[in-house]
């Protein structure tokens, strides 16, 4: 299975989610599983997304937030982790494309 198959099966699961994507193949496959909708992209700052993804989901409590990863990212972002762990947003879902 691919990240694009990945990514298309969790848009199917939750077709109402506010998507955000790093940089990179998370974006790509996010892309073109969705025909380039409507969500935030991370081009350009490696390690940010995971953080926006849950400033997102805090501030929008009623909408379920997805963010894509890849592995590169999670990696520069790891500390996010620290913070997705504490706070354990019920509508968000962290995706790690490895």
Known sequence: MNAADVVRAVLDAVPDALCVSSL???TSALRL???DGP???MGGSMGSALAAALGVAERLPERR???FLGD???LMGAGSLWTL???RPANLLAVVLA
């Open 72 to 74: 590169g990212e999670t």
């Open 24 to 26: 990179g193949t998370a």
């Open 85 to 87: 762990a504490g706070l």
């Open 65 to 67: 937030v997805v963010v």
């Open 33 to 35: 599983a969705s025909g």
């Open 39 to 41: 969500h935030l992209y």
